[in-house]
């Protein structure tokens, strides 16, 4: 599922194609806003992407069963 997460004082949104479900990646906010500072997602590929949890503006989800198009797997 695509993922979009706007930061602040970032010209560009962060986007990653998550290997986690919508509610896991809801479970990981809400988890990173009791305590932690970074919440971190896996994309479908294994890489980590961390981002500072003060510092994030909005997340954006797309349809996890959407049409992809074009070259993949």
Known sequence: MEVRIGVQHAPREITIDAAQSRDEVLA??????????????????????????ARIAYIEFDAEDGR??????
């Open 28 to 53: 990981a906010v809400r988890a990173a806003t009791s305590g932690d500072e970074l919440l971190e997602l896996s994309d479908d590929r294994g890489r980590v992407v961390a981002i500072p949890i």
């Open 68 to 73: 992809r198009v074009g070259f993949g797997e």
